[in-house]
């Protein structure tokens, strides 16, 4: 059955560093998104992206933070300058259309320390 | 305000025993999604119920949708020591000019003991 993968899994980064985080979504997938948790918190959504171009983003999703879709097949959240309270797992989901019925689908995490 | 705050915030049962927990909502939403989440791990997604939805069965999962009074449920029946998780309901909450923004609660940690 076809899955949402990212890389790294872990990642360990140095306060100020730029980190990105990749994801593979689903190949006949065409909305994406990135989500983080906090350790202990809820899951928060930060951006969602479709048709190349950046739907919806919450109040976290500052100007350090970027998504990218470089090809056809990987999605890219940067964060510029990465800050202590950045540590988190972050998701990837995906979904292959708009609409209510349509199921997003996560990928593993990445687990992001930054130190 | 908060959406999707589930209920009870923790669960402890015996292996067969059936698990109920509960997700409130404040706004109105396109669908409602439940999710499993093993310690530390990924979202795995266990069932989705549209807002013009009731009811939904999945296996050993039962999901009831009440939009009048903004809640729904999800039971696990017949339990098993792997059903040990937390899990989230997340709300695609009905706005005019997106679609799938999830908004998660906080989640019930349910430990399923042999």
């Known amino acids: 059955e076809p899955e949402v993968t990212q890389t790294p899994s872990h990642q360990v980064t140095q306060m100020g560093q730029e980190v990105i985080l990749r994801c593979v979504p689903i190949s006949n997938h065409l909305y994406f998104y990135w989500y983080r948790q906090i350790l202990g918190q809820k899951v928060e959504f930060l951006v969602s992206f479709y048709n190349n171009e950046i739907s919806e983003k919450s109040e976290i999703f500052d100007d350090q933070f970027s998504v990218e879709r470089p090809d056809g097949s990987n999605f890219t959240l940067k964060i510029r300058s990465t800050k202590l309270e950045d540590s988190a797992m972050y998701f990837c989901?995906?979904?292959?259309?708009?609409?209510?019925?349509?199921?997003?689908?996560f990928g593993p995490g990445t687990r992001l320390l930054v130190l | 305000s908060q959406q999707g705050e589930e209920d009870p915030q923790a669960l402890s049962i015996q292996e067969g025993e059936n698990a109920t927990m509960n997700c409130s909502y404040k706004t109105s939403i396109n669908n409602l999604q439940w999710y499993r989440q093993n310690s530390g791990r990924g979202l795995v997604h266990l069932i989705l119920?549209?807002?013009?939805?009731r009811e939904k069965h999945s296996g050993r999962l039962r999901v009831t949708l009440d939009t009048s009074k903004k809640s729904s449920s999800l039971l696990i029946t017949a339990s098993r020591a792997a059903d040990t998780a937390s899990y989230f309901c997340?709300?695609?909450?009905?706005?005019?000019?997106?679609?799938?923004?999830?908004?998660f609660g906080a989640g019930t940690q349910v430990v399923v003991t042999p």
């Open positions: 119920i549209r807002s013009n939805e």
């Open positions: 997340a709300t695609d909450v009905l706005t005019t000019d997106s679609w799938g923004k999830l908004q």
């Open positions: 989901a995906s979904n292959r259309a708009g609409g209510p019925q349509e199921t997003q689908y």
